[in-house]
């Protein structure tokens, strides 16, 4: 089941370009691995590209960290803990009772994968950028996976008491309202309070059984914040962004405009708009087919394996050639109309569709968003960087009010380097502490 999956998460996310960080991850689960019930399993661990704060866990020992997630670590020690944590959801096999209750072949999210009688997920948007969160785990199934991190990380010499310090971030990011930093999992986990008292409590009981001593307990706080050391933070316009409602993709060079109002979201597989009724969506992709292929070619391809339309013409969007289609798709209950767009651009096939149950409704408003697919010229677009992590030795005298007036960070303020951080801010910091900022991209 992990092998099957783990394809489909890479795809979906993305997995951070960054050889160094990634050995760095693995090393540590290898050794946090080692000291589980499970030693002998052959474990996978990945930081996958999404700014949202999570780790997750598939059958087979496939773990998964996100980018956001290590940018809110304070050190190595809290890091074990969140990774144990997920080896204890393997280890306790929580997620193989889980995968077999929603399925295996939901983990895809039906992202890329549209003109099939598989896109039933029609409204539900594909869980949003949080859409890593497909296991959903019960409270009682956390606590165990809870007690299980504090055990492995104090078996593996870190220093248990750590591992509350996150929830104690995670407390804060939520009291912030971070919706799209932190994920909606908060609703059937354990509250954080609750959990800084419970792991706080364990950790002290690990400590004592395993008889560790103060100073031979690991923390490595500054080798985690050099391994993190000019890690993207938050959403990277080069993977697409939006201005309004139109959605702009620097590094594939399109553009296009959904409908007014609708909710965007963007994965490395799809970029998704759903009507806030929740009664039409829209979803672009790139088609896997061979380079050279045209828009007519892929529809006849399309229609040898069932998916015949309705009406279709060869049509001229913006320059390049393009097959549009109307197709029926048999939904739960009803039968969707998919108004479906192939548009040959740089050597590829774009997939942009249309789905709604009430064509009659919606067929002008997804035709015009699909017509308006265009390649983008403007370089300010082009040129798009993302914000970075950076590593930071404080000055004499400063503060994180001082340090975030300088930086002159729209996305990032000094409340938010607080939270980065753990401090006040305006707190005197120790001249030479190395503290974390966010470098602001163009």
Do not use: C
């Not at 290898?30 to 030693?39: F, I, M, N, Y």
């Not at 890329?112 to 949003?128: D, I, K, M, R, Y």
């Not at 963007?266 to 088609?287: C, E, I, K, M, Y």
């Not at 969007?317 to 740089?346: C, H, K, M, S």
Request: charged share 20%; glycine share 10%; hydrophobic share 40%.
């Amino acid at each position: 089941m992990g092998q099957q999956a783990d394809p489909q998460v890479r795809e979906q996310y993305g997995v951070v370009e960054n050889a160094a960080l990634q050995a760095y991850v693995q090393m540590l689960g290898r050794k946090l691995a080692g000291v589980s019930h499970r030693p002998n399993l052959e474990w996978h661990f990945t930081v996958v590209d999404s700014p949202v704060v999570n780790a997750f866990a598939i059958p087979g020992g496939y773990v998964y960290l996100t980018r956001g997630l290590l940018a809110y670590l304070g050190d190595e020690a809290e890091l074990a803990g969140v990774m144990g944590h997920e080896i204890g959801h393997v280890t306790a096999r929580h997620s193989v009772r889980q995968i077999t209750r929603e399925q295996l072949a939901q983990i895809g999210l039906g992202v890329g994968s549209v003109l099939s009688p598989t896109f039933g997920q029609f409204g539900n948007l594909a869980e949003s950028s949080a859409g890593l969160l497909f296991l959903r785990f019960s409270r009682d199934d956390e606590r165990e996976a809870d007690r299980l991190g504090v055990e492995y990380a104090a078996r593996a010499a870190y220093d248990p008491r750590e591992v509350s310090n996150f929830f104690d971030v995670l407390g804060r990011l939520s009291a912030a309202g971070d919706r799209k930093t932190i994920p909606g999992w908060l609703s059937t986990h354990p509250d954080p309070p609750q959990r800084v008292q419970a792991t706080r409590a364990l950790a002290q009981e690990w400590i004592r059984d395993l008889g560790l001593v103060e100073e031979r307990m690991v923390l490595n706080r500054e080798n985690h914040l050099r391994n993190i050391d000019g890690m993207v933070f938050g959403n990277d316009p080069r993977e697409g962004f939006t201005e309004g409602s139109r959605f702009y993709h620097p590094g594939l060079q399109f553009q296009i405009a959904f409908p007014s109002g609708w909710e965007i979201e963007n994965t490395r597989s799809a970029v998704v708009s759903l009507d806030p009724q929740q009664g039409a969506q829209l979803q672009l992709s790139v088609a896997k087919t061979p380079a050279g292929t045209t828009p007519t070619e892929y529809a006849r391809a399309l229609a040898s394996r069932g998916m015949v339309p309705q009406r279709s013409e060869q049509v001229t969007i913006n320059g390049n050639n393009a097959f549009l289609g109307l197709y029926a798709i048999p939904g739960q209950g009803t039968t969707l109309a998919a108004l479906a767009a192939f548009i040959e651009y740089r050597s590829q096939i774009f997939e942009v569709v249309g789905v709604t149950p009430d064509f009659r409704r919606y067929g002008g408003t997804l035709e015009q968003s699909i017509r308006s697919f265009d390649r983008v010229t403007e370089q300010r677009i082009l040129r798009a960087q993302p914000d970075r992590l950076k590593i930071y030795a404080v000055r004499d005298g400063e503060t994180l009010t001082a340090i975030a007036q300088r930086i002159n960070n729209p996305r990032v303020d000094a409340d938010q380097l607080a939270i980065l951080n753990r401090l006040a801010i305006s707190q005197p910091i120790t001249p030479g502490r190395m503290v974390k900022i966010v470098e602001r991209g163009y």
